[in-house]
């Protein structure tokens, strides 16, 4: 298999006998013992020529060549080897295995379609954020959180926008808009980018034509700034901040698997936000489930702090466990 896996060819430039019998005593290869067969000095010390002359010989009337196979398109190719240790290095790595390679066709090919699929990527993404803007996801900012997007989409560099913010010293902050608006998807962060000093925005300037859209979000060339009465609050009608369910008892139990499971409906929507204290209440059933509910600490109290209710004070340790009664009723 190996002799048909490379072939020597001469030039049409005519070698003199004794130069073709150069040529072939050193492309002379041994296949089973996978090695040429005389040493390049031996070969070259009765001609009384330098070596540098002798390969000059050597390539300018012949060429060594090596099967190569196309991995996209199957097709053959024989590309040259300039010395013996290039065609050692093609032969003996694929002694027993086609060398298999890309040819400029098909690499030319595959770089149009991953472009395509560049391409393809970025729309998908642009429409994502279109439609995040169509549903007004904007709603949910805070003033300083528009103000992010605005600030960071009007720059024409990135990183000049997080250095002002960082020397305004709200440096955390900042990231924490800019993550929240890619949660959001008004806005897309490189995943490969994400560092604890540095976000990378791509698709800004489209980003920014979207934002530039919002009905009343631009006016005199300057954008609207969201104040805080435009934020939903815990207490809007737009969604729930509670959230109730039932954990079943798990009935194969076994080893590590949990004592209650469930599986939730979210027939609306529900926010947690950050920040925010909640009380957690259990109720064991007669059938032994567990009724559990997750509710608004300020719901029931306008100022608490994170603690276990045994240890708040006596008057609001009861007016929360009145709260948590009046919910099991």
């Avoid at 097709?75 to 065609?87: H, K």
């Avoid at 300057?222 to 737009?238: G, K, L, M, N, V």
């Avoid at 059933?285 to 997750?294: A, D, M, P």
């Avoid at 209710?309 to 009046?326: D, M």
């Amino acid at each position: 298999m190996i002799e048909n896996t490379f072939k020597l060819e001469f030039d049409k430039e005519t070698a003199t006998e004794t130069q073709k019998k150069l040529i072939k005593r050193y492309w002379d290869y041994d296949a089973e013992n996978k090695g040429f067969k005389e040493k390049v000095n031996y070969i070259f010390s009765e001609n009384n020529m330098s070596v540098q002359s002798n390969l000059k010989v050597i390539n300018r009337h012949s060429t060594m060549r090596i099967q190569h196979i196309c991995q996209v398109c199957l097709d053959e190719y024989w590309l040259p080897v300039s010395s013996r240790a290039r065609f050692l290095s093609g032969i003996t790595a694929h002694h027993d295995i086609p060398n298999y390679f890309t040819c400029q066709s098909c690499a030319a090919l595959q770089r149009l379609e991953q472009q395509q699929r560049g391409i393809d990527k970025k729309i998908k993404i642009i429409k994502t954020i279109q439609e995040a803007y169509d549903s007004q996801l904007y709603n949910y900012l805070t003033s300083f959180e528009f103000e992010v997007l605005v600030k960071t989409l009007e720059d024409d560099y990135f990183n000049i926008t997080l250095k002002y913010y960082a020397n305004e010293g709200v440096h955390e902050t900042f990231i924490d808009a800019i993550d929240k608006l890619n949660d959001l998807q008004l806005l897309y962060i490189n995943p490969k980018s994400k560092h604890k000093y540095y976000r990378e925005i791509l698709y800004a300037e489209e980003t920014k034509q979207i934002l530039s859209a919002i009905p009343g979000g631009h006016r005199d060339s300057t954008f609207r700034i969201i104040t805080e009465a435009d934020t939903p609050s815990i207490h809007s009608s737009e969604f729930s901040s509670e959230l109730k369910f039932f954990l079943h008892p798990n009935k194969n139990k076994s080893g590590l698997s949990p004592d209650f499971t469930t599986l939730i409906e979210i027939k609306e929507d529900i926010i947690l936000r950050k920040g925010t204290t909640f009380t957690a209440g259990g109720w064991i059933k007669n059938n032994e489930g567990i009724n559990v509910t997750i509710v608004p600490t300020e719901k029931i109290v306008n100022r608490t702090r994170s603690i276990p209710l045994s240890k708040v004070p006596e008057s609001l340790g009861t007016l929360i466990n009145n709260y948590l009664n009046n919910l099991n009723e």
